[in-house]
């Protein structure tokens, strides 16, 4: 352990100092004007986006009983740096391309945004990676995402508050190719399990997720009150059918918390592409349930069938909980589009390939780059964590009732 913690002290210090140092030398280049005096968004947006980011995610993972400390702290690490990564690229994308530049509290919030599929692809691999492996995946997935939003934006003509939808679909399935190129734990390992208390901290973590979501969807919305009121129905929608699906497929017919930790979310993240725009609130609502059972359902599919066979360990469960409602809000961002344009079937046909051509690069990118990334991070280079240490807070933090053994 000593040996271990010493390459450890000798490695992400100095990782951490020169990203900084960089960032700050790119910053004097990049943001030495002033912005736009107004903004198009409040404080106080920016403030739930912000506690859901750091607030949420962080407990949303603490849901390892010997993990906690890794899962919060961990996940504020890489959100302020790559808050500022995010920052650097959007700069960059601005100055190279001679965009319009946007106020200051927009281009944060966007970075903070951004930043929710890096903390999605952090649970696909959650326990298994050691912080310059996720610094480095950070920094990877942030410049790709960006990559694959601008030819979105560029090529395909996908507006800018719908491409950024993508963090959902983008970072489940980026994480999870990063997690097929890591070691499965072993089944009878009683650290990959969770506690009363553990699974608490992660429930406080879901409902702060729940409560911000709203917010999270309109933040860069066109029409902020539809897209509030669309994704709190389809939040209430979803929770109400995770308490009665979690009931109907448990063998005791109790709630299961894990079916309540990830169901409820999933009518926020499929509603996501389509709350701007959607004209009845019974619509939202369909998606919520639709949404949770795709959710439930799929966690039993994927555990039992995909995941063995593809030999994926999904620590977390993102799949289920983020990729494929992401998946069914994308399908059905599609078929409303289709009914709303109906009667114009020349522009129809152009606009529905736009926007599965969309939903395929993001898809596509965030696997190709997700396995290159995974692949890289395994080499001896980086020190990957051995199967025996997976789970670990130990390995990392300092327990003062253990010291004298460290």
């Known amino acids: 352990m000593s040996s271990n913690y010493r390459n450890f002290r000798n490695n992400v210090p100095w990782l951490i100092l020169f990203l900084e140092a960089v960032f700050i030398v790119l910053f004097y280049f990049l943001f030495s004007g002033d912005g736009a005096s107004t903004s198009s968004i409040s404080y106080p947006a920016f403030q739930d986006v912000n506690h859901m980011v750091?607030?949420?995610?962080?407990?949303?993972?603490?849901?390892?009983?010997?993990?906690?400390?890794?899962?919060?702290?961990?996940?504020?690490?890489?959100?302020?740096?790559?808050?500022q990564c995010s920052m650097l690229i959007e700069g960059l994308l601005v100055f190279l391309h001679q965009r319009e530049d946007e106020d200051d509290l927009r281009r944060i919030t966007k970075a903070v945004v951004s930043m929710t599929a890096v903390v999605i692809s952090t649970g696909a691999v959650l326990g298994k990676t050691n912080p310059v492996q996720l610094i480095l995946m950070t920094v990877v997935e942030i410049i790709v995402f960006h990559m694959s939003r601008w030819i979105n934006n560029t090529f395909l003509q996908v507006p800018d508050n719908i491409s950024m939808m993508h963090v959902h679909l983008f970072g489940a399935y980026?994480?999870?190719?990063?997690?097929s190129r890591f070691s499965e734990p072993s089944p009878r390992s009683e650290k990959n399990a969770s506690t009363p208390k553990s699974n608490l901290l992660s429930m406080l973590g879901t409902l702060f997720l729940w409560v911000f979501w709203p917010?999270?969807?309109?933040?860069l919305a066109v029409n902020k009150s539809k897209a509030i009121y669309n994704t709190y129905f389809a939040l209430a929608v979803s929770a109400v059918t995770a308490f009665v699906l979690s009931v109907l497929t448990t063998k005791d017919g109790k709630f299961r918390m894990t079916h309540i930790h990830s169901a409820v979310l999933a009518g926020g993240v499929t509603v996501g592409y389509a709350a701007h725009s959607i004209t009845y609130p019974?619509?939202?609502?369909?998606?919520?349930?639709?949404?949770s059972v795709i959710s439930i359902l799929g966690s039993y599919c994927l555990q039992?069938?995909?995941n063995p066979a593809l030999k994926i360990h999904d620590s977390?469960?993102?799949?289920?909980?983020f990729g494929l409602p992401a998946v069914l809000g994308a399908l059905a961002?599609?078929?409303?589009?289709?009914?709303?344009?109906?009667?114009?079937?020349?522009?129809?046909?152009?606009?529905?390939?736009?926007?599965?051509?969309?939903?395929?690069?993001?898809?596509?990118?965030?696997?190709?780059?997700?396995?290159?990334?995974?692949?890289?991070?395994?080499?001896?280079?980086?020190?990957t964590i051995p199967v025996s240490k997976y789970f670990e807070d130990q390995f990392y933090w300092e327990f003062p009732h253990l010291a004298v053994g460290f």
């Open 54 to 83: 750091i607030f949420g995610f962080g407990f949303f993972l603490t849901f390892l009983k010997r993990y906690g400390f890794s899962s919060t702290g961990f996940n504020l690490l890489i959100i302020v740096l790559g808050v």
């Open 333 to 383: 961002q599609v078929i409303l589009l289709i009914i709303k344009n109906w009667t114009n079937l020349t522009r129809l046909g152009y606009l529905v390939m736009l926007h599965i051509g969309a939903f395929c690069l993001t898809i596509s990118v965030a696997l190709i780059t997700g396995f290159i990334t995974g692949l890289i991070l395994n080499r001896k280079l980086f020190k």
């Open 316 to 321: 977390s469960g993102v799949h289920f909980t």
């Open 304 to 306: 039992r069938c995909l």
């Open 174 to 179: 980026f994480g999870l190719a990063v997690s």
């Open 215 to 219: 917010s999270f969807n309109s933040v």
């Open 282 to 291: 019974w619509i939202a609502m369909i998606l919520g349930l639709l949404a």
